[in-house]
């Protein structure tokens, strides 16, 4: 850390770093729009005859988990009825293809997120486990007693508790960086805890609960003068926004294939890959070793040395599929519909008596998460009511308890919207809420 003028000189070369931001939330280009209806004809779920009085589904919970595009469908019932069989470890044709698939999808993967090399993306389940594998691994062979971790009040539950366990288990110190009252990163509460010199910090890319977009390239930049490692949760942002791990300069970034319309069993962890050559197994048995002996074993290099057994190979061939069909639409098309949905959503539903918007209320720091509250009502109750009208919201805290303390709202309502979104869907939860009101009036 460069601090030889002093603590106050470090703290106000940070405040100029962080004054002097650009955001890295993607300009909106100019580009051809989206059609959202003509894209909701590729996703069977989406286009199922509605119950009897019932009309289309309004699926407004992506954030949770996409739906799958008929060739994601279409590309995993291919596999099992011509390509299953184990991988790595074949010699004959099936295996050898699956194999190769296996592979082609992770170089796919690495270029989907520009990746230096497809060494540094490991298949994992999903974010969660991207994030554990980090923290056991990375984490025991690095953090000490007294040492410091940083995540911020802003996150999910899986990128706070693995690093609550492992500063349990080796006596370090927490820092958590505070939000706005507007759900914004407190920058400067992250250059404090930066000043104090942490092994890492761990922070979401786009708040799964509020959709704010943190400005992740100047926060790695930051952690980095201050000597930490940088975990980025990309769970919301890489199915949603061009990103470029290079760019960003993080060193770990985590994200889950089943919320970028991919199957639900596969996810990356990408790692710069001096640190995961570094790092010692998460995960031990068969694949990810060298040379077993009863005593003692040597590791397979990676990614190999953190796929230890059998890995979803369907899910992770089929991932590439979810991905080439996002980078053929473009991914700045895909996110300039969600920004034009969620700003058309903001406006309108503003119309509704008693709503309370949460989180950002300036649209240029916003994705495509939306979540609200009334006063009187509960938030189960007005998602129980709209999914009546058959329009799919989630309620409740979102796997984000820490933050909806610090924001005082104990739930809230929330929708998501993706690619296959559009204006009606929008129209549609607005009149579902008005009629919530109607009900409680
Ligand atoms: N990080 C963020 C920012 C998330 O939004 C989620 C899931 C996760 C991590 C965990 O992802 P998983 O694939 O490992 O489960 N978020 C949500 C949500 O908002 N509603 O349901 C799951």
């Not at 805290?397 to 559009?422: E, I, K, W």
């Amino acid at each position: 850390m460069t601090n030889g003028g002093g603590a106050d000189q470090w703290r106000e070369e940070m405040r100029l770093a962080i004054d002097t931001r650009t955001h890295t939330t993607p300009q909106v280009a100019p580009i051809d729009a989206l059609d959202g209806a003509a894209i909701r004809a590729d996703f069977p779920v989406l286009n199922q005859e509605p119950r009897p009085g019932k009309r289309r589904l309004a699926f407004l919970d992506s954030a949770a988990s996409s739906q799958k595009p008929r060739v994601v469908i279409d590309a995993l019932t291919t596999y099992y009825a011509q390509h299953n069989a184990n991988i790595h470890r074949g010699v004959y044709d099936l295996s050898e293809i699956a194999t190769q698939r296996y592979e082609e999808s992770r170089k796919a993967i690495a270029r989907f997120i520009n990746a230096g090399s497809a060494r540094e993306c490991v298949f994992v389940r999903n974010t969660t486990e991207a994030i554990n594998l980090v923290a056991n691994s990375w984490g025991r062979a690095n953090i000490k007693a007294g040492d410091l971790i940083v995540f911020t009040t802003m996150e999910h539950h899986s990128n706070i508790v693995p690093w609550q366990l492992i500063a349990e288990e080796r006596g370090a110190r927490l820092g958590h960086v505070r939000v706005t009252p507007d759900g914004r990163l407190d920058l400067e509460h992250l250059a404090e805890l930066l000043a104090e010199e942490p092994k890492l910090v761990a922070f979401t890319h786009v708040s799964n609960s509020l959709g704010t977009v943190n400005p992740v390239r100047e926060m790695v930049s930051l952690a980095h003068a201050a000597g930490a490692v940088t975990v980025v949760d990309a769970a919301q942002s890489v199915p949603h926004m061009a990103v470029n791990v290079q760019d960003l300069d993080c060193d770990f970034l985590a994200f889950s294939g089943h919320k970028m319309l991919g199957p639900m069993g596969a996810g990356v962890l990408y790692g710069k890959k001096r640190l995961l050559d570094a790092m010692p197994p998460f995960l031990g048995g068969g694949s990810m070793i060298r040379k077993v002996t009863l005593d003692r074993t040597t590791w397979a290099d990676v990614p190999a040395k953190f796929e230890a057994g059998t890995p979803a190979v369907a899910d992770a061939i089929v991932l590439n599929v979810a991905a080439d069909y996002l980078s053929t639409l473009g991914m700045d098309r895909v996110w300039r519909h969600e920004r034009e949905l969620v700003d058309y959503a903001l406006d309108r539903i503003r119309e509704v008596p008693g709503l309370v918007v949460i989180g950002p209320q300036d649209t240029h720091e916003r994705s495509g998460v939306l979540s609200f509250a009334f006063d009187e009502i509960h938030p189960h109750d007005v998602a129980a009511i709209v999914n009546e009208d058959n329009v799919a919201v989630r309620a409740g805290h979102h796997c984000t308890q820490p933050l909806m303390a610090a924001l005082g709202v104990p739930a809230t309502t929330r929708a998501s919207f993706y690619l296959y979104n559009d204006e009606e869907d929008v129209e549609r939860l607005v009149e579902s809420l008005h009629r919530v009101v109607e009900i409680f009036r």
